[in-house]
């Protein structure tokens, strides 16, 4: 069975860049034909979709967030890593590493979520 693992620091500074990393065991990053998604819920809201590695290693990212994102991954670790920066206390909420598609919010595998406070 496919586990994730998110881990990172819980409370950044505003303006400061966001890192979080993603630990995948049970299954290789790199097994087609599936993607590895970054998703995040603010408090009261509903899910955002942030953007995805494919196991081929192309990227792809919420319009609304490309200008801020970066994902990478660490095959020999199997490991991706999210960066969000220039963060204001609206980047407040749970980050989600998840086996999914872009927009799907059921199924797939999920990590616990890692809560993420912005604030000075």
């Known amino acids: 069975q496919v586990q994730l693992q998110e881990s990172g620091p819980g409370l950044v500074k505003p303006s400061q860049t966001l890192s979080l990393t993603c630990t995948v065991s049970g299954g290789s990053i790199t097994s087609s034909p599936y993607y590895w998604s970054w998703i995040r819920q603010p408090p009261g809201k509903g899910l955002e979709w942030i953007g995805y590695v494919r196991y081929s290693g192309s990227i792809y990212f919420s319009p609304s967030l490309k200008s801020r994102t970066s994902i990478s991954r660490d095959t020999s670790k199997n490991q991706f890593t999210l960066q969000l920066s220039s963060v204001t206390p609206e980047g407040t909420a749970g980050y989600y590493c998840?086996?999914?598609?872009?927009?799907?919010?059921?199924?797939?595998?999920w990590g616990q979520g890692d809560q993420v406070t912005v604030s000075s």
């Open positions: 998840a086996q999914a598609p872009a927009g799907v919010y059921v199924g797939g595998y």
